[in-house]
């Protein structure tokens, strides 16, 4: 490595800011795949003698779109549920059209001085609306004239250690995700389509971990520091997860789970102005449940979990099969007049199962079916008990992206920079629950070349608001890949929904209006965008 080299290493590591964005990739089909980053973030993809190793994604797209910010302050960032605070709602004569560009570089030291056993990996990310904003200091802005932005966001800076075969120590900013895969090594549909999809969890975090992958056996354990807060005092959010996943034969692999939040955070830290924890302003943007407690409170909450799957990599035979099923348990206390008293339990239950059949000569000619069900509170604690799913979202800005379905607008979707709000942006549903699936079709019209993809998303929720009904709305939506050539494509996208009458409700009672205050049902929601991505090495 020559000494340029090195100080171009230090300079990108020191000078970069912390993150504060969202961690958005794409699934869509799996020859798109090839342009996701995160797929190709392994260190043994590049010769053995090339110690220093440079990757970056680059995505463009023009959009446009019925959906906007009502408060200019969202108006460069927009992140959370639609119609949710942060104002975002739809419109039949305001029309949203914009480009944005995002990069996503990584820089991978495998010295050969350790022979393998050392690596240092470090992601960014720079992003910005075209003619957003110049001469200022923060992320995702700097596309307007002069540009001049101050806007690298730290993404990852860890330390991997492997100390024999099949094991790796994980120290710093890393993957946080519920898979029992490792995110370095492994595509990312692949992550998308297995363990819990990071519905839960799928985003990064600072800690440690530590796991072996043999060929028949997976475990992981790991412990994240989320909000460390006052130093000497006992205030912090911290995570631990165990994971296992054993292998049955050829094409059937099962697993089990445990991740448990101490969470004594008393709503300190959090993404800007809107805190974190189960009673924060944050947990309302990400469509998550809301606890009417104080901010003040203790939580203790755990999560048990099964997996399973079935020929993940989808090349043993045409038929693929995953789920999951993950319990939700716990104990919040708030403090009433100096005193923690019991302010809930928690107990809610959410499962998952998928199935795709390739039919064609490809991998892309294929049909899938997902369906998802996550159980809901109509009452939320006013019995003291909530019976809806908790998710990461509750103390992150997104903590959870659950991108794999193939929807566009009911779920969320990943060709996004700076807007990322699905209809449903949580599992929980604001903790209504979740009843819904889609379905699509994939097909290369020219073998590895053009893809088509139609689809349909649609959705209820078990627990029915005030004035509204269960309906949440139905999702059609189709997109056009053309393979420009290694790693690069050039995409055209389209959905539309019909709302249900799950909006006709404005109910607050679960921490946000429903429909965002309106006196009557929302116009319908619909989005078309042209994308652009390179990968390139």
Known sequence: MTKNTLILLAILLVSSSWLVAQTNTDKQTTEANKFNLYSKDMPYNAKANKEFQFLAFFITQGVHSNMYPKASLFNGQLVGRLFGPNSSTTSDSAKSNYFEQRIIPFFIYQPKLFNGKAILRASFEIDWTWGDQAYGISGNKGGAINADQVNIQTQNVELELIPAKNFAINIGLQRLFDTP????????????????????????????????????????????????????????????????????????????????????????????????????????????????IQKDYKADIAWLGATVSRNPDFVLDPVQLTGFLNYNLGTVRSNVEGSYKKAADIGGFAANARAAYRYGRTLNDYVSADFIYASGDPNGIDDKKYSGVITGNTWGMPA??????????????????????????????????????????????????????????????????????????????????????????????????????????????????????????????????????????
């Open 181 to 292: 895969y490792n995110p370095y090594r492994t595509m990312f549909d692949k992550m998308a389509t297995t363990g819990y999809r990071l519905a839960y969890w799928g985003t990064d975090a600072v800690g440690i971990s530590a796991r072996y992958d043999g060929d028949y056996q997976k475990a992981k354990a790991g412990y994240y520091l989320l909000y460390e807060n006052n130093t000497e005092a006992d205030d912090d959010v911290t995570l631990t997860e165990l994971v296992y996943q054993r292998k049955l034969s050829m094409e059937w692999n099962v697993g089990a789970s445990v991740y448990y939040i101490r969470d004594r955070g008393k709503g300190q830290g959090g993404v800007s102005v809107f805190g974190q924890g189960l009673a924060s302003t944050l947990a309302a943007y990400n469509g998550s449940f809301v606890f009417d």
């Open 400 to 537: 959870n992206i659950f991108i794999g379905t193939g929807g566009y607008l009911l779920f969320p979707h990943a060709n996004v920079v700076n807007r990322f709000t699905p209809v449903v942006s949580d599992i929980s549903n604001m903790g209504y629950g979740l009843i819904g699936g889609t379905m699509n079709v994939y097909h290369d019209f020219i073998p590895n070349k053009l893809n088509v993809k139609a689809g349909t998303a649609m959705a209820v929720s078990p627990a029915k608001p005030q004035n509204g009904g269960r309906n949440l709305g139905t999702e059609l939506n189709a997109a056009v890949t053309y393979t420009l050539g290694p790693y690069m494509s050039v995409e055209m996208h389209g959905a539309y929904m019909w709302l249900g009458d799950f909006f006709d409700s404005s109910d607050a009672s679960h921490g946000s209006s429903i429909n965002g205050n309106s006196l009557t049902r929302p116009v319908n929601p619909y989005t078309a965008f042209i994308v652009y991505k390179w990968l390139m090495f």
